[in-house]
């Protein structure tokens, strides 16, 4: 089995394949925030309340036909690297691993779809597609959410909505977020601008990980910052149109590198690709800031012959959990730095 082969069966679907407008998005996410009724949120619940809460959706799960496939994995039970691992993937919040008494993950097998329980929330419903897809990822997330709406008296205000532990979650509960790698508009200078101002459209930007974080490899999150007293439709059209607006700047800007400063651009994606065919020993976030390179080289041409689904691969199989997965013991942060370089190494060659 080649190294390719062994990579293809670790990786979620939202990896595997490119998608629309995948030069610039690289996934598409909808969560939705769900509460049981007349049960304590999370961070005030009892163990007793929780455990319920685990039990009485695990219940749900079995009852419904069309939850079939879907299944649940307690976290107390789950390795602390393999829930790292979950975190890497983008499957489960760094936050909902901090506590795993009576917490549980309910995946797909393909991993499209992930559902976090007793975070901060009792449910938290995320799907999640490679490209651009938010259509088709709050389709597969309301049914879902219907699915299990059939077999749980959810926590509901008529004039409100739902209700969440989180005031900013109070309304449709839903949060819809596009991952995009803005390359030229940061070489431009234009990110910080172009970006502040999406703020001013109830859009918030965030780092690779969500809440919390900063970005990396010029990667970004966008997703609404209200969910009260707009429906969901009106949330999926307002950031569906930013992100229309920040894809063609990017490209924009794209073509003005090609046109004004083509060698420079030539030369800075060619070095890091160098650098990637034959470093020895590369940190988790100079890889990330090289393969950001490589991968606009690869968007305009620059570099042809290597897939781009390769940044993707690689943006989450270096990162420290997945890469001591894969090497199949704990490793040293140096020798995380040499086996992911050789790592590295080694699927860029294969192209």
């Not at 205000?157 to 900013?168: F, Q, R, V």
Request: aromatic residues 4%.
């Amino acid at each position: 089995m080649s190294l390719k082969d062994i990579i293809e069966k670790t990786l979620s679907s939202w990896m595997r394949d490119g998608g629309p407008e995948a030069d610039v998005v690289l996934s598409t996410r909808t969560r939705v925030a769900r509460n049981l009724n007349n049960v304590p949120f999370p961070h005030v619940a009892s163990d007793a309340d929780l455990k319920g809460v685990v039990d009485t959706v695990r219940d749900a799960l079995k009852r419904s036909p069309a939850l079939a496939g879907l299944y649940m994995l307690d976290l107390a039970e789950v390795s602390l690297l393999d829930r790292q691992i979950l975190v890497e993937k983008h499957l489960v919040s760094p936050q909902h691993i901090g506590q795993v008494k009576n917490r549980a993950v309910v995946l797909r097998k393909d991993e499209v779809v992930s559902i976090m329980i007793n975070e901060e929330d009792h449910i938290r419903i995320q799907t999640i597609f490679p490209g651009f897809q938010l259509e088709r990822a709050w389709e597969l997330c309301s049914e879902i959410d219907d699915g299990l709406e059939r077999g749980l008296d959810y926590a509901f205000d008529e004039k409100i909505g739902y209700l969440t532990a989180c005031p900013t979650n109070v309304g449709t509960g839903l949060r819809a977020s596009i991952m995009m790698h803005l390359p030229a508009l940061a070489m431009t200078n234009q990110v910080g601008r172009v970006l502040s101002s999406v703020s001013h459209l109830g859009i918030a930007v965030r780092g690779l990980y969500g809440e919390g974080t900063e970005s990396s490899g010029n990667i970004y999150q966008l997703s609404n910052q209200v969910t009260l007293g707009r429906t969901e439709q009106d949330i999926l059209e307002n950031i569906k149109g930013v992100a229309r607006q920040i894809i063609d700047q990017e490209r924009g800007a794209r073509g003005y590198l090609l046109r004004e400063t083509r060698k420079q651009l030539e030369d800075r994606v060619y070095r890091a690709y160098g650098i990637l065919a034959n470093a020895r020993m590369i940190t988790s976030e100079e890889a990330l800031r090289l393969l950001s390179d490589v991968r606009l080289g690869i968007d305009t041409n620059l570099i042809p012959g290597i897939d781009r689904k390769i940044f993707n691969e690689l943006m989450v199989l270096t990162r420290p959990a997945y890469l001591q997965k894969l090497m199949g013991r704990e490793l040293s942060p140096p020798e995380r730095d040499v086996e992911r370089a050789s790592f590295i190494r080694e699927r860029v060659k294969e192209g």
